[in-house]
C-alpha cells in the first residue's frame, strides 16, 4: 500500500478484518477474520492501482482494506458454504 509501508500495511489490515468481521456479522474467527483483512487491503490496494486511484494514508487504506475485507468474507461465506 502506497505511503504506509509493509508494516502499515499489515496493522490496517488487521483492523480492516476486525472491522470486516463487524460489519458482516461473521463467526468464523478472529484469526480466519483477521488473515482475511490483511489480503483484503493488500488486494484492494493492488486493485485501485490498476484503475489510477492511488490511495495515501491510513484512512484510506482503511476504508479501502476493509472493503476489501468484507468482499473476502464475503466470498468465504459462499465458498463454504
Known amino acids: 500500500m502506497a505511503g504506509v509501508g509493509i508494516i502499515g500495511t499489515i496493522i490496517i489490515?488487521?483492523?480492516?478484518?476486525?472491522?470486516?468481521?463487524?460489519?458482516?456479522?461473521?463467526?468464523?474467527?478472529l484469526l480466519t477474520n483477521l488473515i482475511l483483512g490483511v489480503v483484503g487491503a493488500v488486494v484492494f490496494a493492488w486493485v485501485v492501482r490498476h484503475f489510477g486511484f492511488f490511495p495515501y494514508?491510513?484512512?484510506?487504506?482503511?476504508?479501502?482494506?476493509?472493503?476489501?475485507?468484507?468482499?473476502?468474507?464475503s466470498l468465504y461465506r459462499q465458498f463454504r458454504r
Open 57 to 73: 494514508g491510513w484512512l484510506d487504506n482503511l476504508a479501502g482494506g476493509t472493503i476489501g475485507a468484507v468482499v473476502l468474507i
Open 13 to 29: 489490515g488487521l483492523l480492516a478484518g476486525w472491522l470486516a468481521e463487524r460489519f458482516t456479522r461473521s463467526d468464523h474467527g
